[in-house]
């Protein structure tokens, strides 16, 4: 006996969050929206949750529409598309819109012996209110989960040797340095192709930066430091050295600090996303998933990163994973004291027309507590 088809019957007036995440965990084969006239005006909830839905896969219904306060509209509505697909089993999403439509949807999702469903997403419960409750949590979805509902593949970098992580740790207590750290192992020819192990001499080193010379040790980088008329001579052993001060160390520091916030589903770096076949791959420094909703980071250890460019690739990014359901942060290591103020003031004010969140180098010790904030109260709301 072949399972029946699963249609979902969900309400277009609000936050759309629950009505993806029930779409998501069902993948149904039918998906019956019910709108109020507002909703379905341009620009409002319903365009901006059809593209996503209709990634999702299945059949997507013509919206009926409905006025938001009339009950018995309401539920004459509700009826008549349950009615029209009989051999389906139903699930009634009543999470979103007015409460007169949710009354409405569950009144004849009940009498028709639908599943209803009303998802708490602030404590991650599915609450069943007629009907069978979900199997597992519809709110976990690792990375690769979230990207395939928009066939898209995301390629992250494998997790960080612990060593590394203990040099990032340090790296990012001195932002500013370690930018500078980067150019000076620039000027010694750090950042010419690898092939072999090598000297780089007449690197000028901080007090700071000679606090690192163990680290880096550890992480297999050098494996001497020698001191040489106030200047120092490393002998580079790894050839990895570049990559890692070029930016990779804060990608790293990134990562560990979505796995301390402590409640994200999963947290993935350095992934690779194919586009337009396997010649065209966005890179993308940080992903994490919170209740089946994805957060994205781009991570810039440049001397001057604030550029509109950089703002714009994290939203292009954005726009084929989820668009305005996507929280986006821009990562930089340079401290706003070290910046122009005039160009930061500006910056921020592109971000904002973005709804880009920008984390500067003075706060990269307290990036966990501001990704589990985005993550769970963002500044810029999922629309």
Known sequence: ???????????????????????????????????????LQPGQAWE????????????????????AFDLAAIKA????????HPAAHWVCNVTCATTIMSIGAYEVGRDKGADVWYFDTNSRRVIALAGQPPQG????????????????????????????????????????????FRERLRGSGANVGYTGPRWLNNVSMTPTMQAWLPFLKQAGFIDQAQQQNGSYSLHQTGQDLWKFVDG?????????????????????????????????INQLDLAATYSA????AECKTEDKPFKTATLDKLNSIADMVGGSFVVKLLITARSRQKADPQQVAAFHD????????????????????????????PTYPRA
């Open 1 to 39: 006996m072949t399972n029946p088809p699963i249609a979902l019957l969900i309400l277009i007036g609000g936050r759309q969050t629950p009505n993806i995440l029930s779409a998501q965990y069902l993948r149904p084969h039918i998906i019956a929206p019910v709108a109020s006239r507002e909703a």
């Open 48 to 67: 901006k949750v059809k593209p996503i839905l209709a990634s999702i896969g299945g059949t997507i219904l013509e919206p009926v529409q409905v006025d």
């Open 77 to 84: 509505a509700c009826a008549r598309i349950i009615d029209q």
């Open 137 to 180: 949590d519809p709110y976990r979805l690792s990375v690769a989960e979230y990207f395939s509902i928009y066939q898209r593949q995301a390629q992250p970098a494998l997790p960080p040797p612990p060593s590394w992580l203990d040099l990032a740790r340090q790296m990012a207590q001195a932002p500013d340095e370690a930018i500078e």
């Open 248 to 280: 990779q160390w804060l990608e790293m520091f990134a990562w560990e600090a979505a796995r301390q916030a402590g409640i994200f589903d999963d947290y993935q770096y350095g992934l690779e996303i194919p586009t337009g076949g396997q010649t065209a």
């Open 293 to 296: 909703s994805l957060l994205i």
């Open 350 to 377: 592109q971000a904002k027309a973005r709804r880009i969140v920008v984390v500067t180098g003075e706060d990269l010790l307290r990036l966990n507590e501001t990704l589990a904030k985005e993550a769970k109260n």
